[in-house]
């Protein structure tokens, strides 16, 4: 493989514990992740005791009140963060990605006492998450779940299968939306469902042709019994929560497609480099320039289209719209940048010994997860025409 290190990304951080922030970050990425991310994504492990030294660090509540275990940080800096780990590792930035999203529920709809609860050991105590929305009859029409939560007492009794669980079967906790009413979005109510509770289960994880290291698998739900102080918000508030949390999560998609895009950019610029044919390095190249010059191009434009969007976050203004924009653009950019990449390498891209063709496979799911692109569009749509059939 090249010699040559890439140089880390310059960014514009608001503050010097920000900046020291993302050194910490950096360097947890460079000693403790990267040099085991191919062989063990090979292998298909998950690497808990990386999110345990992260949450250790601070690093898994980052966006959320200290009051609770959070960082304070704002999603201009958490995002950024994402970015330097998923381009260390997707199965890493991913799940802290992930994780975040399973939290937003309770951080943010929560009574006073449910977070101080239950948010300390979620957010800096160890624990992982997973959010439980997608069933394996409804995807993208998510307003359709089948999953059911009936009152028994004071309790709920929760049965049925959520499907494309990210860390399924090893989180500790899951954000389940479940239909306590009618059909339709106005049904659904949300629940923090313990990992160990009785008659929770998960299937084998899927065979994936990327993110190996990542479990994803369906969760069953067999007579689960939970408390009602373990219902996240009002009864049929759990759609309008899910559909919040998910603007939020498609920043943190699109800022880890953005960190997969800037290590294959790297990683072409090395190998491009030091690459010699017909006697000069092939990045003397036009042909080759212009390529390295689009992809550059590509990821410094999806860089400031999803920090444009977190700077909307944090001022308390609206940005599903931009969300969806980033999501879309920045995902798209991996997809593009990856193949690139690969192409660049060209034999030796296609070959596992260098990191290039992990990427374009990691790469395409993104496109997928969190609301398709296709959804992307439709959403971006309904924000500039209006909705349809009107």
């Not at 997973?130 to 409804?138: D, G, N, W």
């Not at 999953?147 to 499907?163: E, L, M, Q, S």
């Not at 299937?203 to 190996?212: L, N, Q």
């Not at 203004?317 to 690139?340: E, I, N, S, Y």
Request: aromatic share 6%.
């Amino acid at each position: 493989m090249p010699d040559r290190a890439p140089q880390p990304v310059d960014r514009q951080l608001p503050t010097d514990e920000a900046r020291d922030l993302i050194s910490l970050v950096r360097d947890i990425a460079q000693r403790e992740i990267a040099p085991t991310a191919a062989d063990e994504e090979d292998a298909g492990r998950f690497p808990r005791e990386i999110f345990t030294l992260l949450s250790q660090s601070g690093l898994l509540g980052l966006p959320y009140d200290s009051e609770y275990g959070g960082g304070d940080q704002p999603y201009e800096v958490y995002l950024q963060v994402l970015e330097e780990l998923a381009a260390a590792r997707l199965t890493v930035g991913l799940g802290v990605s992930v994780h975040t999203l399973s939290s937003y529920a309770l951080a943010t709809y929560g009574t006073k006492q449910q977070q101080v609860e239950h948010l300390p050991a979620m957010l800096g105590g160890g624990l992982l998450g997973a959010y439980c929305l997608s069933e394996p009859s409804s995807g993208s029409d998510a307003a359709s779940l089948r999953t059911k939560a009936v009152r028994d007492g004071d309790d709920w009794v929760i049965n049925g299968t959520k499907a494309w669980i990210t860390h399924g079967g090893v989180a500790d906790f899951y954000t389940v939306m479940a239909r306590t009413g009618e059909e339709g979005p106005r049904g659904i109510t949300a629940f923090l469902v313990p990992g160990d509770a009785e008659g929770v289960s998960a299937a084998a994880p899927e065979k994936k042709m990327g993110m190996k290291g990542s479990p994803t698998a369906q969760v069953h739900f067999d007579g689960v019994r939970v408390c009602d102080e373990r219902r996240i918000g009002e009864e049929g508030q759990g759609f309008a929560i899910a559909l919040a949390a998910l603007d939020s999560g498609r920043l943190g998609i699109a800022s880890c497609a953005i960190g997969v895009a800037q290590a294959a950019l790297d990683e072409a610029v090395a190998y491009a480099t030091d690459r010699r044919q017909f006697g000069r390095p092939i990045a003397d190249f036009q042909g080759l320039r212009f390529m390295l010059a689009d992809m550059a191009t590509q990821i410094e434009a999806g860089r400031a289209l999803y920090l444009a969007a977190a700077r909307l976050r944090d001022a308390g203004r609206p940005f599903a719209k931009q969300a969806a924009m980033a999501k879309l653009h920045c995902t798209d950019t991996a997809m593009r940048v990856t193949t690139d990449a690969v192409q660049i390498l060209g034999g030796y891209g296609y070959t596992a010994d260098f990191p290039v063709e992990r990427y374009m496979r990691e790469a395409k799911v993104l496109q997928i997860v969190e609301g398709t692109n296709q959804i992307q569009r439709m959403v971006i749509a309904r924000h500039v025409a209006g909705s349809e059939g009107r």
